[in-house]
């Protein structure tokens, strides 16, 4: 097996650390795993096609609302619903429900995904 060095910060690794509670035997049983995840999700996403229907999810910093909207605003065609609720003093939630083609859906996620500000972005097809 390769060798990988990764720098990570402080409270990434005390979080990493608490999740050795699940069962993992180390940092990187537990690396591995959220790879393997990432990877699944991206496989799942590569596959989808023509109309779908889907949730977005979006964890981001409160002061990258502008970014947000901006993002929001270039897929309104695809965006039935759209949630927004500041979930703690400086992160902000944003709930998509979205319908259309999947090529549009991917790229809002990619998007949203690449975006240095989000802490969390999951997509959810239904």
Do not use: P
């Amino acid at each position: 097996m390769t060798i990988v060095s990764v720098s990570l910060n402080e409270d990434i690794i005390e979080s990493l650390d608490k999740l050795k509670s699940l069962g993992f035997s180390g940092r990187s049983e537990i690396i591995r795993a959220g790879i393997r995840n990432l990877l699944s999700d991206e496989r799942m996403k590569e596959d989808l096609d023509g109309e779908i229907n889907s949730l977005l999810l979006a964890v981001h910093d409160e002061d990258s609302d502008d970014q947000v909207s901006s993002i929001r605003h270039d897929f309104d065609k695809i965006i039935i619903v759209h949630l927004h609720n500041k979930i703690d003093k400086d992160r902000c939630l944003e709930i998509f429900a979205l319908k259309g083609d999947a090529k549009d859906i991917k790229e809002i996620s990619r998007q949203l995904q690449i975006n240095k500000r989000m802490h969390f972005v999951k997509l959810i097809v239904v």
